[in-house]
């Protein structure tokens, strides 16, 4: 009887302890999410655990953010982060180092896509997070580049953040020395635009 109840109970143990996280939030991006400048604690995917934690969902946090990350760089990584992780939730926020360097919006647009379709492959649904071009890059250029994310949004049916600094990008104080990387202040303002869009995948 001992043996049958201690059984039991070490069962239940190990069901409980499986199911502890029922998801996780890989955060696929740049410096832009990686916290570039900022103490670990402070970034936003930092703070997303944080409130997830807070509002008892079953789902953990895995940042793999990388600074100077592009599209091309974050495809070739991510089939091994999938098969490492396992994530049920794939937050793309790449797309910023293309522009910055002014490579083509249609390998950045097709790299993206194929981050997409390996995510959903692999069982995990998708947050695309876009960005913003600054005008000095021309406005033709601007244009494709800012479009590629509704696109993308739009021909896979995904969840759009369409400009993670919406609100405050005209702000300077809320950037660092650079005028490109978001301050620690600016951080909870980043998550709860992402969050908007995030929470309903965390159901």
Known sequence: ??????????????????????????V???????????????SWPA?????ISAARLPHKVVNASISGETTAGGLARLPAALETHKPSVVVIE???NDGLRGLPVKAMAANLQAMVDASRKAGAQVLLV???MQPNYGPD??????AVFRDLAK???LRLVPFMMEGFADQRHYFQADGIHPVAEAQPLILDTIWR????LLR
């Open 1 to 26: 009887m001992f043996r049958t109840l201690l059984g039991a109970a070490l069962t239940s143990l190990l069901l409980v302890c499986s199911s502890a996280w029922a998801g996780t939030v890989l």
């Open 130 to 132: 876009g960005m913003r």
């Open 28 to 42: 696929w991006g740049d410096s832009l999410s990686a916290g570039y400048g900022l103490r670990q604690q402070q």
């Open 155 to 157: 021909t896979n049916r």
């Open 94 to 96: 790449l797309g910023a």
């Open 197 to 200: 869009e995030l929470k309903p």
């Open 47 to 51: 703070l997303l655990g944080e409130r």
């Open 141 to 146: 250029y601007t244009a494709r580049f800012e």
